[in-house]
């Protein structure tokens, strides 16, 4: 314990001081200008529980992540093939997650299997039946490698979910995996709850295509599509009637380029019709290989493909270098400003289904504040009444440590910008019991050495020399609880347990330097002969 008393009172000042000054923007949220620019803008963050918001459990269909690398690797090893010059009539993605590949040449399988061991380690076969002569090969995806991918498929999407809703400004959201391919998210505060789950749930797969203008699009339609060809249909505008339709494309299936090799997004305003458009800029590669895309296609049509919709189909009149495109689609400010983040934020690795939704009123969060509040209140001047009247006036001071004790609490989580959320106020309302039971054993020592006959000063010396191994024992085995709740507990218990870490510590701070700093102050100034306790 640090001997000078005046540095003592400094420190208690110091401290009291800072917690207001983080309290400020919370009590007083429209402060007079100039004022407002000395104090922080954050006021603390209310939980879900409290303000309202939306609770969702998605589920990640991994199974179709690995469907889609299939599909992408059939195309690409069909293209493998033919520079190998292995002989085949088809391949095409078979059931789930098999390629199956009909062979023209019994002496084409060595070949294949050269080709996966040196290119495609990922796959093996499954099987193989002769076939006139050739063979029918069935391919599959490593069971021991399959289970990675999946993996890192809820992992990827776990991590583009947290990045949309850090871009899309919601304080203090919880996102978290739950099980083997669930994620778990709050989102207090939510205004507008729909607009939140298109952003959390739009897979956002952007890809560019080459649109086949040299096939018939109506025999395509018709159901004659050609080999390496799909139909994609886009919306069309009438801005003479305002009507909306569809429109269907004959698009190449392989994606000369993705989104993953953009750099950033940005919403637009287009010069001609005023429109909002989102501006895309391609990484160093992506460049490069937009310049050479657009270089090889010249005076051909090049479609923007979203999440299997085409958004535009631009001809190609040069080849365009600096890595720059645009996406346009009659969007609304809201809709671009949500395409530019999830494009910013990456796509979903597989798509994600909405398994459970809450959406928890601020009328609801309202009553809780005012019910939690109230508890608190009753409960602490329950506690307050108890201490003066047993205690006289040793009880007033510890009811103004534990006074203290609550504003030091939450100008912790002001500054750390945490979450107050329901269990947090039970979490408040413990440490001013676990507050008065630390100060309940000093102020029992004490009256201990002063039936002893002991002069008050030396009473007070030996009491809290005396308790505060206790008082630090019973504080670290409630801190150590705590940070077990925290570290593996979710939501709730994890605001029950912020608080209640940040209270314990605010509490030992009160019950031993403050309380001791004040009886040190009226034993040693004022010089007092009996002290009331």
Partial sequence: MIKSLKIRIAITAAICLAALYFLVPTFIPQLPSPWNSYF?????????????????VLEVDAEKALESMIERTSVDLKESLMESRVRFRKIEKATGTTISLELTESSGKPALEKILNEQYSDLEIASSTPRDSGQLVVLKIKDKRAIELKKLTIEHSLETIRNRVDQFGVAEPEIIPEGDNRILIQLPGIKDPERAKNLIGKTALLEFKIVDDEASLDEALRGNIPDGDMIAYGSRTDRSTGQKGSMPYLLKSKSLLTGASLETAKVQISDRYGEPNVSIQFNSQGAIDFERITGENVRRRLAIVL????????????????GQAQITG?????????LAIVLRAGALPAPVNILEERTVGPSLGSDSINQGILATIIGSLLV???????????GAVADLAIVINIFLILAVLAALRASLT??????????????VDANILIFERIREELRTGK?????????????????????ITGIVASLVLYFLGTGPIKGFAVTTIIGLVASLFTAVFI????????TWNINIKKLSI
């Fill in 307 to 322: 999440d299997g919709v085409v958004h535009s189909a631009p001809v190609i009149q040069e080849k365009i270098s600096g």
């Fill in 515 to 522: 309380t001791r700093v004040i009886f040190d102050y009226v």
């Fill in 40 to 56: 922080p803008k954050e006021q603390i963050h209310l939980g879900l529980d409290l303000q309202g918001g939306m609770h969702l």
């Fill in 422 to 435: 329901l269990p947090g106020i039970a979490g408040m309302l413990l440490t001013v019991g676990v507050a």
């Fill in 455 to 475: 002069t008050p000063r030396l009473a007070i010396d030996t009491g809290y020399n005396r308790a505060f191994i206790t008082i630090i024992d019973t504080h």
């Fill in 384 to 394: 307050f009444l108890f201490m003066i009247v047993y205690y006289r006036l040793s």
């Fill in 330 to 338: 009659n969007f609304t400010m809201d809709e671009a400003r949500d």
